[in-house]
């Protein structure tokens, strides 16, 4: 059974860190472009990050670069999603998702993402 579940989400205070984890099973994850998303209460859902199958290249939206790095643990199938110096803003559920196996650019685009987890919530608040 394919699965992706997050977690590490939390509340966090402002201008604090957490490190995410999206673990994958019934599927190897380095063969497959692994993006992360978000969506806070009442906004669309909006691509943060994306890693390669191929090479790891990994892409950004510009709102996270420099904040947010992700990275994968190919011996743990897992992908990780570090966000450092958290706004208020950044508050939203998090999630990861798989392409399909033909789907080969790294995109953050939600529509090119066919497989995804339930979610972990991040909170940031003093």
């Known amino acids: 059974q394919l699965l992706l579940v997050e977690s590490g989400g939390g509340l966090v205070q402002p201008g604090g860190s957490l490190r995410l984890s999206c673990a994958a099973s019934g599927f190897t994850l380095p063969y497959y472009v692994i993006g992360w998303f978000r969506q806070a209460p009442g906004k669309e859902r909006e691509g943060i990050s994306c890693?390669?199958?191929?090479?790891?290249?990994?892409n950004y939206a510009d709102s996270m670069k420099g904040r947010f790095t992700i990275s994968r643990d190919n011996a743990k199938n897992t992908v990780y999603l570090q966000m450092n110096s958290l706004e208020p803003e950044d508050t939203a559920v998090y999630y990861c998702?798989?392409?399909?196996?033909?789907?080969?650019?790294?995109?953050?685009?939600?529509?090119?993402?066919?497989?995804w987890g339930q979610g972990t919530q991040v909170t940031v608040s003093s």
């Open positions: 890693i390669s199958s191929s090479d790891g290249t990994t």
């Open positions: 998702a798989r392409r399909s196996r033909n789907g080969r650019r790294c995109t953050l685009s939600r529509d090119d993402y066919v497989y």
